[in-house]
């Protein structure tokens, strides 16, 4: 109970807590935050970690002059597209049998075909798209490495969607979590941010079950 209530309390007050890491311990904040976002997007079994709503917190933390705003979002930029392609070799190793494997002791295949229909859906640039949402995010560079996606088309979509993704949150924490009310409301903005994140996956969601019902005899 205490482990919840401690997680529940930094999740609300993230900022807080980056902010006293970064008085206690320096400049291994950066390191904190790279190793983050590194693990979000390039570990296929670590979706649940933090990382539009982490981008917003470390813009507001780098607003009140605790860390360098330009230097940590390159150093996250480049934490997400190595996180990506360390991703996109895991699936290339291990190739298409995680799609016909029923049972998987890490991996929830229901993602992972979540991820395939959007690819199928959007094509290449579903590697820019599934940038800016959770689970998907960190599931399409897997399933592209399975898919054997041309590795330069590939990188070319990923370090694109690796910039717009970590600037557009990172610098929208850095103008908006100065404001007072912002600052007043972190927890709530947080909750935003990752409400917001999500609505692709909730109108998705949707969408299946309408298609479901209205096949239904």
């Known amino acids: 109970m ?21 008085m206690t311990y320096g400049v291994w904040v950066y390191a904190l935050l790279f190793l983050i976002i590194f693990l979000e997007t390039g570990v296929v079994v670590t979706p649940f970690l933090p990382g539009d709503s982490l981008l917003f917190a470390t813009g507001a933390l780098a607003a009140t002059g605790a860390i360098d705003v330009t230097s940590v979002l390159v150093l996250l930029t480049g934490a997400a597209v190595m996180g990506d392609n360390t991703n996109y070799l895991i699936g290339r190793l291990i190739g298409p049998r995680v799609f016909t494997e029923q049972h998987t002791r890490f991996l929830k295949r229901e993602h992972m075909l979540r991820t395939q229909s959007f690819y199928d859906k959007h094509g290449g640039k579903a590697v820019v798209l599934a940038r800016f949402v959770p689970i998907v995010r960190t599931f399409a560079p897997f399933v592209a490495g ?55 996956i909730v109108v998705e969601v949707f969408k299946a079950r309408f298609r479901r019902s209205a096949s239904t005899p």
Request: aromatic share 18%; glycine share 12%; charged share 10%.
């Open 146 to 200: 399975v898919g054997r996606m041309h590795y330069p088309r590939f990188l070319a979509f990923d370090v694109g969607g690796g910039i717009l993704w970590v600037w557009s949150f990172g610098l929208l924490g850095y103008f908006f979590g100065s404001q007072p009310i912002i600052k007043e409301n972190f927890g709530l903005a947080v909750v935003a941010v990752i409400g917001i994140s999500v609505l692709p």
């Open 2 to 22: 205490n482990f919840l209530m401690t997680a529940f309390d930094m999740f609300l007050h993230v900022d807080r807590h980056l902010v006293e890491f970064a």
